[in-house]
């Protein structure tokens, strides 16, 4: 009998968002994803990638993805040197676990957060040690020094929508000795300050960026990470090969380029957000302030939210609802068009109004 691993074994695998059925028609405010296109020069890059038939695609990706890194470094004003590409930055969270965590080493984030660092915990053989946020996503203090190898935060962090202060990270990881802080900072755009020099700052720093959110390209896979460059080159030692593929590289450097396309994506999101935790909150629910493209809202129970989810799906609107500690009282509404956002409430202010 084929046997895995232990932990492999025991674990339980990431479940992603709900995914509707090809052809289904739904308001879909369930995994975050951007409700405006890309910017056009983004299918004008691959348009050219393709030219001649399609004739490139039988050569292999560039496996140091430079046009894409060398676009990051010149937005951002980071060396290229110490920037590396991800297939999203799922992938570079997974580098860093395989990276720096032995079995039986410490991986540690607070609770609740990205549900993948859990899993990758778990696929390491690692060690969890996971601290409650309160009631209002306050840093954990338990977090400072707590010895794990790999730290993770989310700023802003996800079900919540929370971001820390630069004084925080930075006393954050002052305080970890030989461990290394990852900011997870997929939704950062969307928030009114960044963390990206702490990675240039500090050694032990790195921060990760994904093209999902704020650039529209959550089906193209890409992220990147930060970071110093020991920590970089170390990292090359555990990358998939080609983990890019052609169209991937050139969707990313073009979009990364057209800085007023994605501004602008950027500005309406937000104006829709606080237009929609301005209604959630006026229809009595506990809004926690986000700095995300998201808003996590709390109803008076958990079946009432329960139900909330189940009420909406039945009208083609999708949300996320998770059953779990902490957050089962709760809804996550990503933040879609006007008009979605309309709907919503509609539906929302008929569920709550049936008492």
């Avoid at 990276?99 to 609770?111: D, K, N, R």
């Avoid at 925080?168 to 960044?194: I, W």
């Avoid at 007023?260 to 629910?285: D, P, Q």
């Avoid at 189940?310 to 509404?333: H, T």
């Amino acid at each position: 009998m084929v046997r895995f691993r232990p932990n492999i074994e025991a674990m339980v695998p990431y479940v992603p968002g709900e995914q509707p059925a090809p052809g289904t028609k739904v308001i879909k405010l369930n995994t975050n994803e951007n409700p405006y296109p890309p910017s056009p020069k983004v299918a004008a890059a691959i348009q050219a990638e393709l030219a001649g038939g399609g004739e490139r695609l039988r050569l292999y990706s560039d496996p140091k993805a430079l046009a894409l890194r060398q676009a990051a470094a010149d937005v951002f004003g980071f060396p290229m040197e110490q920037i590396l590409h991800g297939n999203g930055s799922d992938e570079l969270l997974a580098m860093l676990c395989r990276a720096f965590v032995g079995e039986g080493q410490a991986i540690a984030y607070s609770y609740p957060t990205y549900v993948l660092y859990e899993t990758l915990a778990h696929a390491q053989g690692a060690r969890i040690l996971a601290f409650d946020y309160d009631r209002d996503f306050n840093l954990p203090r338990q977090l400072f020094g707590c010895g794990a190898q790999l730290v993770f935060v989310a700023s802003p962090n996800s079900p919540s929508g929370t971001t820390y202060s630069r004084a925080q990270l930075t006393e954050l990881a002052r305080s970890l000795r030989d461990g290394v802080l990852a900011v997870d900072e997929a939704y950062v755009p969307f928030a009114d300050s960044d963390n990206l020099a702490l990675a240039k700052e500090l050694d032990n720093v790195v921060v990760l960026r994904t093209f999902s959110k704020s650039h529209s390209l959550a089906g193209m896979r890409l992220g990147l990470l930060y970071g110093s460059a020991r920590i970089v080159s170390g990292l090359w030692k555990v990358k998939d090969s080609y983990n890019l593929d052609r169209l991937a590289i050139v969707a990313g450097a073009a979009s990364l380029r057209d800085t007023a396309w994605t501004a602008a994506n950027v500005k309406k999101v937000r104006a829709t957000r606080e237009r929609l935790s301005g209604a959630l909150a006026a229809l009595g629910l506990d809004v926690v302030p986000s700095q995300s493209n998201f808003i996590f809202a709390r109803m008076k129970d958990a079946a009432t939210a329960a139900g909330a989810y189940r009420f909406l799906k039945e009208r083609g609107i999708l949300i996320r609802y998770f059953p779990a500690r902490l957050l089962d009282d709760g809804v996550r509404v990503s933040v879609g068009t006007d008009a979605e956002v309309d709907a919503l409430l509609a539906a929302l202010k008929e569920y709550l109004g049936r008492g």
